[in-house]
């Protein structure tokens, strides 16, 4: 894993998945750019600390950051939203979070896992548009469907969108929270959290089976394999990331690694005793 108190140490290239979709993330935290003929949709700006990197990126792949109308979060952590409030004050784009991650975006909750980090969460602000399950991000002839995956955080949300490559059409799908770590007994019995946030999140994987998937992006390079697909591009394969298999291999994964994690945390408790 990253190291995450120096985010910035470990850079990525910025490339390009498909026709209006970009990588222009970095290591520690991943954002994806999608390009329209009305502008730019950023998914995530990652941590204020790489934020040079984003819009460095953004330059690089020959888009300018100013075109970025709407910023769009996958969950209210720190290495999602971190970035958030310079870019707006750079480009004056709307943003959009999942409902019930307002009160981490804008400071009311001190829950953006910041601390946990190692940082302060000095970046709070107040989200233009709440998302809410099923609503759908238009902008240009993109149209993005946003599903409620609560779980890693309330607010959590998952995003499913149109691309080409190619000349032919993919679904791009990413599920917008998939660490255990927000979901274990310290961390919940610490901010005074339920522990319903386990069940809502797997109810949730079972519920994204159902969408079908070609290319996955994750919000973390270690989700998707991000680094290891760029390097397969680099090296001559068609399009790593068209990979309809991977989806439901990522769901199954992510299922497993919690439970994992659960069963490691009582074996450890039950030590202490
Ligand atoms: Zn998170």
């Given at each position: 894993m990253a190291n995450m108190n120096t985010p910035w140490t470990e850079y990525m290239e910025p490339f390009k998945i498909a026709d209006n979709l970009y990588f222009v993330g970095c290591y520690a935290a991943s954002s994806h750019l999608i390009t329209t003929s009305e502008g730019h949709i950023l998914i995530d700006t990652g941590y204020p600390q790489n934020l040079y990197q984003v819009i460095d990126n953004i330059y690089k792949l020959?888009?300018?950051?100013?075109?970025?109308?709407y910023i769009v979060h996958s969950h209210g952590h720190y290495d999602h939203l971190g970035g958030t409030k310079a870019l707006v004050e750079l480009t004056g784009a709307k943003t959009f979070i999942g409902a019930d991650d307002r009160e981490y975006a804008n400071g009311t909750?001190?829950?953006?896992w910041a601390k946990e980090l190692g940082?302060?969460?000095?970046e709070a602000f107040e989200p233009d548009v709440l998302l809410h399950d099923g609503d759908v991000i238009r902008l240009g002839e993109v149209e993005i469907t946003t599903l409620s995956t609560p779980g890693?955080?309330?607010g959590t949300m998952s995003f499913f969108f149109n691309t080409t490559y190619e000349g032919k059409t993919y679904r791009v799908g990413t599920h917008g929270g998939v660490g255990p770590n927000s979901m274990m007994t310290w961390f919940l019995n610490q901010y005074g959290l339920s522990f319903d946030c386990r069940e809502k999140f797997l109810a949730g994987l079972e519920r994204l089976k159902g969408e079908k998937v070609d290319i996955f992006i994750g919000n973390h390079v270690w989700n998707n394999d991000t680094k290891g697909r760029y390097e397969r591009m680099m090296a001559g394969?068609?399009?790593?990331?068209?990979?309809?298999?991977?989806w439901g291999k990522f769901l199954d994964r992510c299922k497993n690694n919690l439970l994992t994690q659960l069963k490691k945390e009582e074996e450890e408790s039950n030590k202490s005793y």
């Open positions: 020959g888009f300018n950051p100013h075109d970025i109308k909750l001190d829950l953006t940082f302060e969460y000095y890693h955080t309330p394969e068609k399009n790593p990331f068209i990979d309809p298999e991977e």
